[in-house]
């Protein structure tokens, strides 16, 4: 299968501690999203890269959140200091641009559990 | 700034029946594009089918199709003959323009129950 893979796909974690989630796109994609979905709630937007670039962050990524993609290939989102309102689910997608039109494909997400 | 609203917070059809999903939104932008994506319990997001604000036709793949009315600013979700595997978290979302806009904007979502 070559879709788009997450790991872990449930964390529980303490508050006040660090957690780094991963992301791996489709080959050949050159563009990455993360976004955050609550429960009863749409995912929302948090972070893309284009390649290695991060060309947009939401305000809703404070700077207790980083994230990267160093190589242009997978992703890593990284809380740290973690606080009990950051428990999600946190969705990776990408996507290929093509003449401006792009869809982007989810992975199976990260649960993230704050104690 | 864009919005996606969607009005219906559950749906319960029959199983075969052909069933709606409600999807409005708001931008002022001239060149967009509309998603409907499906979520089952396992919370992955399933991409189901894509409208460009320049389409002439509705898009249709497969059981799916888009009822896309422009000057109403609608683009619903029709499923035809529902089967119980359709039982999930329907989400509809938007991007634009292009080249411009290129995160999603989602709407609450649907839970559609397909009943045997």
């Known amino acids: 299968d070559t879709g788009v893979s997450q790991n872990p796909r449930h964390k529980i974690t303490k508050r006040g501690q660090n957690v780094t989630f991963r992301c791996d796109p489709i080959s050949e994609h050159n563009r990455l999203y993360w976004y955050r979905q609550t429960l009863g709630q749409g995912p929302e937007f948090l972070t893309y890269?284009?390649?290695?670039?991060?060309?947009?962050k939401s305000r809703l990524l404070s700077d207790r959140f980083s994230a990267e993609r160093p190589k242009g290939s997978f992703s890593t989102l990284e809380i740290q200091r973690t606080e009990q309102g950051d428990s999600a689910m946190y969705l990776c997608?990408?996507?290929?641009?093509?003449?401006?039109?792009?869809?982007?494909?989810f992975g199976p997400g990260t649960r993230l559990l704050v104690l | 700034a864009q919005k996606i609203t969607q009005t219906q917070p559950g749906m319960f059809v029959q199983e075969k029946e052909a069933v709606t999903l409600d999807c409005t939104y708001d931008?002022?932008?001239?060149?967009?594009?509309l998603f409907w994506y499906k979520q089952p319990s396992s919370g992955e997001m399933i991409f189901l089918i894509y409208q460009g604000s320049y389409d002439q036709q509705n898009a249709t793949e497969g059981r799916y199709s888009l009822n896309f009315q422009k000057a109403r600013k609608s683009a619903n979700l029709v499923i035809s003959a529902s089967q119980l595997g359709d039982s999930a978290m329907y989400f509809c979302a938007m991007r634009g323009p292009y080249f411009g806009n290129e995160k999603l904007t989602f709407g609450t979502g649907t839970r559609l129950t397909i009943i045997p």
């Open positions: 931008t002022s932008d001239p060149s967009y594009g």
């Open positions: 890269f284009q390649n290695e670039a991060q060309l947009e």
């Open positions: 997608a990408s996507s290929l641009v093509v003449g401006g039109e792009e869809t982007q494909y």
